[in-house]
């Protein structure tokens, strides 16, 4: 009876140990959470990402040059296209830099890129619903004029708050730009008119609201600074690492707990760093923290000590009486 005996107790300590975090506290990571490589042989200048919330796991994407007006949904799991979304409605899209969705699942694709000489008197913004059923299909979107107070710009980052469906731009300058807030609702009749309202330190390439809305993250080239919203009035809160290259977009994942970063060019690498902050871009929690990664200081790691540790009580109460009734 004892080499069984032994066995079993293996096993179940091996059991223990081998549950994965995720298994012990119940939340799944969403697909792509790890980062992800972009597949698809025609995005070949991904400029823009935006993690969907009614396909969990997929995230779209765009060219900046492309020969229409396309949208590219991209399983995080496999890096595969899973839909490609032409849009009508609009016309011919000149420089396409950034994608976001706001409340109401509605994705919003800024036209807002004007590298040569920054000459366009005004650029775009489109706002469509996003595809309740993924497969390519054609879908018809609002078009916005946009003009800035201040003249041209361009621009690369656009993001949407979460909360209010408020739309703001940040101009890409080599020193620095601004944010720019749209008006509260954008009309589709008239120009839309983006005020600067204060600085942001970044030659900024694309940026992010966490799912809260708490935090906005900006990314450029060679670095990227996380802001605390604080209603508009952002304050600056810490640097973020990125990957060196052509870096042109950033997203948080739906449950807030990573920020993915992405490159421009053909088989494009999506990496995925730790969300920015303590207290973590999803209501505050701090599981987004770097404390996680290890699985013994972050919730599912507690739940896995605890486990093993009963086990272990369960077997030293096994062994004793084992022992009491040899003794008999």
């Known amino acids: 009876m004892r080499r069984p005996f032994a066995l079993l107790a293996s096993a179940l300590l091996v059991g223990a140990f081998a549950v994965p975090a995720s298994a012990a506290d119940g939340d799944a990571a969403p697909a792509g959470s790890d980062g992800f490589t972009i ?29 229409g007006p396309y949208l ?144 906005l993250a900006v990314r450029g080239y060679l670095g990227g600074i996380w802001y605390d919203w604080n209603g508009g009035k952002i304050r600056r809160e810490d640097r973020i690492s990125v990957p060196l290259g052509q870096g042109e977009s950033a997203t948080y994942t739906i449950d807030g707990k990573k920020l993915l970063l992405g490159m421009e060019g053909a088989n494009s690498p999506v990496k995925a760093e730790d969300v920015p902050g303590a207290d973590g871009g999803a209501g505050g929690g701090g599981s987004g923290s770097s404390g996680d990664s290890d699985g013994s200081d972050g919730p599912g790691g507690i739940t896995l000590q605890a486990g093993a540790v009963g086990l272990l009580v369960v077997l030293v109460a096994l062994f004793g009486l084992r022992r009491a009734f040899r003794r008999r």
Do not use: C
């Open 39 to 67: 597949k698809d042989p025609r995005i070949t200048e991904s400029s823009g990402l935006a993690a969907s919330r009614l396909h969990p796991g997929v995230y779209w994407t765009h060219n900046d040059q492309d020969t």
């Open 72 to 215: 590219y949904a991209v399983d995080g799991a496999t890096g595969e296209t899973v839909a490609r979304v032409a849009l009508s409605g609009v016309g011919t899209p000149r420089d396409v830099e950034a994608i976001a969705i706001g409340p109401g699942n509605k994705i919003f694709v800024g036209d807002i890129g004007d590298n040569d000489g920054v000459t366009w008197p005004y650029v775009w913004i489109y706002e469509l619903p996003e595809p309740t059923e993924l497969k390519d299909q054609t879908v018809r979107a609002t078009q916005y004029v946009v003009k800035y107070t201040d003249g041209s710009r361009d621009a690369e980052s656009m993001v949407v708050h979460p909360k209010t469906g408020r739309v703001y731009l940040i101009d890409k300058h080599e020193d620095g730009g601004h944010l720019y807030e749209g008006p509260a609702k954008l009309s589709s009749s008239g120009t839309n008119v983006f005020r600067p309202t204060v600085p942001v330190d970044l030659w900024a390439t694309d940026a992010a609201f966490s799912p809260d809305g708490e935090q």
